[in-house]
């Protein structure tokens, strides 16, 4: 009786641990496929580049997931509308009818209980929710029907929906779920995130693109006028028989249109650093002539303020290897600064070899910089205060641009020290290269020795320029040089003179109507053309300068044409 008793238990407790053994390892089963779900979806999407191609992975692989027969992803957007990003085996009806709807149709509320971003149910229950979508629901054929809301940072980002055509569906277990659309909503933001910083950049840099064009464009347009205001007025004011009167009006034009030229050569400056175009030349030069210019060009600024300055070269290589362009620029731009800050007082200039650097330091006695203001002087377009930029003038773009050419060179510039009332001192180095080779590109500085009248004498020069202002003025310059000048008002005319003509040298405008002066130069070498010919530009961008089409230029000069660099130019490349 007892033992009945005991054996009589036995077949239901087995029964029991038979079901619990199946849904262990059913369970354990099911996590192991779910975990190579979430393997596979996690590898797709780390390869997925783009929103729609990581969307096209998350419609595929949780269809998959999922079990459903059909799935559509929709994304959240800016106006406030789910829009369709990717779908599979959906309907037309789908497809059109939901392609973009109004987020406020899906409930939003209380997004911190992760069990709100999930619906899952029978297509009555759907239609009991959403009325709005019973047409719909009635079409498609389906069963049962599911959406998981994406959401990152307590918003929601879009929208998973999915469906099966069979009634009696179990639901995937929560928290497999719930780490499946957290792991689509995360790589889809991301991956958002991601394509607006480029979107963000590459308009930042077509901005910077159109800026630095249109600056180009507009330094044509002005200097071109200016430069042959400003070469007229260097022509009567050489006229010897000129009244003191008129002569002295001339030379306040002659100033201004040169200041004028400074200012845009600066604003050009500033965009093309901003825009990372800068251009730096390598050029091996004579040091001691290249100072022995620039110092002479100091004094005359000098001496126009009223400003004593001193100079001092200690022991300077003979030959540096740089640019001798930029490196006069940082050095003028110093010195023009503590001139211009100096009403009264003195400005000094060291110059000295210090280890493997060339070291420049200027020192003024001028009003100084308040402290405050010190740790902005190379912040571009900006001047201690107001009262400054009135009394003194300027952009405030000297020093940025030097500091940036300092740092463009190899070197660095700095401010020493400075104090209110007692002045500043400013210091800057460049590295000095090893020895220069004999096959390494020289320049060498010359100043003019003979006599202006005779410097062009029997050199014949073909000036092809459509603007006959600056035929007038080039005419003018190289004419009371000694030179014999032609001109040609067009392309196709300076090709036809310069094949028909013996010329010393071309000088050919690039900015004309019909043929520029790219195609005319390439025009005039493919007809085996050996004489020098120079680009005449109004452009100050040198990337314009270094463009393919200028392969067959020799030389090139920036209007305003400065006179002697005119002069020069057309001596040098007349003896090639």
């Not at 930042?204 to 464009?217: C, H, V, W």
Request: hydrophobic fraction near 40%; proline fraction near 5%; aromatic fraction near 6%.
């Amino acid at each position: 009786m007892s033992s009945g008793i005991l054996r009589e238990p036995w077949p239901a407790l087995l029964n029991i641990w038979n079901h619990l053994k199946h849904e262990i390892l059913t369970g354990l089963g099911r996590s192991r496929a779910e975990a190579e779900h979430l393997l596979r979806i996690a590898t797709a999407l780390a390869d997925a580049a783009c929103v729609s191609k990581m969307s096209e992975v998350v419609a595929q692989e949780c269809m998959k997931a999922l079990g459903a027969d059909a799935i559509c992803v929709h994304l959240l957007k800016p106006d406030g509308y789910f829009e369709l990003a990717n779908e599979t085996n959906c309907t037309e009806e789908i497809k059109t009818r939901w392609r973009r709807f109004p987020k406020d149709m899906i409930p939003l509320t209380d997004l911190s209980h992760p069990q709100n971003w999930v619906f899952h149910g029978s297509a009555e229950e759907l239609k009991n929710k959403f009325p709005e979508v019973a047409e719909t629901v009635e079409r498609t054929g389906r069963q049962t029907f599911a959406y998981a809301l994406l959401v990152v940072n307590n918003q929601v980002t879009g929208l998973l929906g999915y469906s099966y055509k069979r009634k009696k569906v179990r639901p995937v277990g929560h928290t497999f779920l719930l780490t499946l659309i957290n792991l689509c909503a995360q790589s889809l933001e991301r991956a958002r995130l991601t394509e607006e910083e480029q979107s963000a950049r590459a308009a930042a840099e077509a901005a910077n693109r159109a800026k630095t064009d249109f600056l180009a464009n507009i330094s044509h347009e002005i200097r071109t006028p200016l430069g042959v205001v400003q070469g007229f007025a260097d022509l009567l004011y050489e006229e010897p028989d000129l009244d003191p009167k008129y002569r002295y009006w001339i030379s306040i034009i002659r100033r201004n249109t040169r200041q004028l030229n400074s200012l845009i050569g600066d604003v050009l400056d500033i965009t093309k650093i901003e825009a990372d175009k800068l251009e730096i030349e390598s050029l091996c030069f004579p040091l001691q002539e290249w100072l022995h210019d620039t110092i002479t060009t100091a004094e005359f600024k000098a001496r126009e303020k009223g400003t004593e300055i001193e100079f001092k070269v200690g022991d300077v290589p003979k030959m540096i290897k740089s640019d001798p362009t930029r490196l006069r620029q940082i050095l003028l731009n110093l010195i023009g600064n503590a001139i211009k800050f100096t009403p009264e007082g003195k400005v000094r200039v060291d110059i000295e070899s210090s280890g493997p650097h060339l070291q420049f330091t200027i020192t003024d006695t001028g009003i100084g910089i308040a402290p405050e203001f010190q740790e902005h002087v190379f912040d571009p377009f900006m001047q201690a205060d107001s009262s400054t930029q009135r009394m003194f003038g300027g952009t405030g773009l000297g020093l940025p641009i030097s500091k940036r050419l300092a740092i463009a060179l190899g070197g660095e510039l700095k401010l020493v020290e400075s104090a209110p009332g007692r002045g500043s001192t400013f210091s800057f180095y460049i590295p000095i290269e090893p020895p220069i080779s004999s096959e390494e590109k020289k320049v060498t500085l010359r100043r003019a020795t003979q006599p202006r009248s005779q410097r062009l004498s029997g050199i014949k020069v073909l000036l092809v320029e459509d603007s006959p202002d600056n035929q007038y003025l080039l005419n003018q310059m190289l004419s009371m040089e000694g030179a014999q000048v032609d001109i040609a008002a067009s392309g196709p005319e300076g090709i036809k003179r310069a094949l028909s003509g013996t010329y010393h040298v071309v000088l050919m405008d690039i900015q004309m109507p019909g043929m520029d002066g790219f195609q005319a130069v390439r025009e005039l070498r493919d007809h085996g053309y050996k004489r020098p010919i120079a680009a005449l530009t109004a452009h100050a961008i040198r990337t314009e300068m270094d463009k393919p089409e200028l392969a067959g230029f020799d030389d090139y000069l920036t209007k305003p044409i400065d006179r002697p660099t005119l002069i020069n130019t057309v001596a040098r490349l007349s003896r090639i």
